[in-house]
């Protein structure tokens, strides 16, 4: 009974693993860690009109730099967000058009065309088509790697991450992160919501000085995912 146990249980964990590994599968290569002189703060979810511009304003004080994964279907309303972004000198990554739960279930044809209409909504608002894809909920379509290798995109995972569409302790969310955080790593927080439930921010927002304030007296630079992986920030 224990025999056939082994190799299911093997089986299991590799398949989760396939899907939900923020930093590696075996189908194609997640990025989650980088130039060892900075981190890179990420924020999915967004463009959010009550919560982008106040991140906007403390990584401003803080002069930081960021990476928004954006949900396409959010720049038609909100893509003067996104306009705003870059002009800061932000980055702006692809994180889907619709961020459906059910986009693991998608067929390769429409996954791609997930990933193509939020690469033109993008390009519309600030002229350049995104090179790094989170996907959302952090869950993978075996079929994603091959769009994205077709497409000249990247897959972006992390090396932390403080659950902070759950929590509304700001202290819970910036100790996890400064508490897990490496030089070099990928943080992921959120800006916006993929939904009305659960679209509160004022945690994150709360912790953000906290968390930014840190890293500075650690020496780390914040650095835009192009920077610290090394690679353009557009696709060719
Ligand atoms: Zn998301």
């Known amino acids: 009974m224990v025999l056939w146990i082994v190799p299911i249980t093997g089986f299991a964990f590799l398949a989760l693993n396939e899907i939900a590994n923020p930093r590696g599968a075996l189908l194609g290569k997640v990025l989650w860690k ?39 279907r959010y720049l038609k309303e909100h893509g ?3 306009v705003e972004a870059s002009k800061q000198g932000h980055l702006i990554g692809n994180h889907s058009y619709s961020h459906l739960r059910t986009m693991n279930f998608f067929s390769a ?10 690469q033109n909504e993008v390009e519309k608002w600030v002229g350049y088509k995104p090179r790094f894809y989170r996907q959302p909920a952090g869950f993978r379509n075996p079929n994603i790697f ?21 929590r ?8 996890r992160i400064l508490k897990k955080a490496e030089p070099g790593g ?14 509160e921010r004022t945690a994150t927002l709360k912790a953000l ?14 650095l835009t995912l192009d920077e610290l992986l090394g690679m353009s920030k557009e696709v060719k």
């Not at 930081?64 to 954006?70: D, E, H, I, P, Y």
């Not at 290798?149 to 659950?163: E, H, I, P, S, Y």
């Open 34 to 72: 980088g130039d060892r002189r900075g981190v890179a703060l990420t924020f999915d979810d967004g463009p959010n009109p009550l919560y982008t511009p106040r991140i906007f304003e403390i990584l401003d004080r803080f002069q930081a730099r960021a990476t928004f994964f954006v949900i396409g």
């Open 80 to 82: 003067n967000l996104a």
């Open 109 to 118: 044809k429409k996954l791609r065309q997930e990933v193509l209409n939020c």
């Open 146 to 166: 091959g769009i994205l290798k077709d497409l000249g995109m990247t897959m972006v995972g992390w090396q932390v991450r403080a659950f902070d569409t759950q």
């Open 168 to 175: 509304r302790e700001p202290l819970a969310i910036s100790r």
């Open 186 to 199: 990928i943080i992921l927080l959120h800006d916006g919501s993929d939904s009305i439930q659960n679209q």
């Open 209 to 222: 000085p906290e968390i930014l304030q840190a890293f500075k007296d650690r020496g780390l630079e914040f």
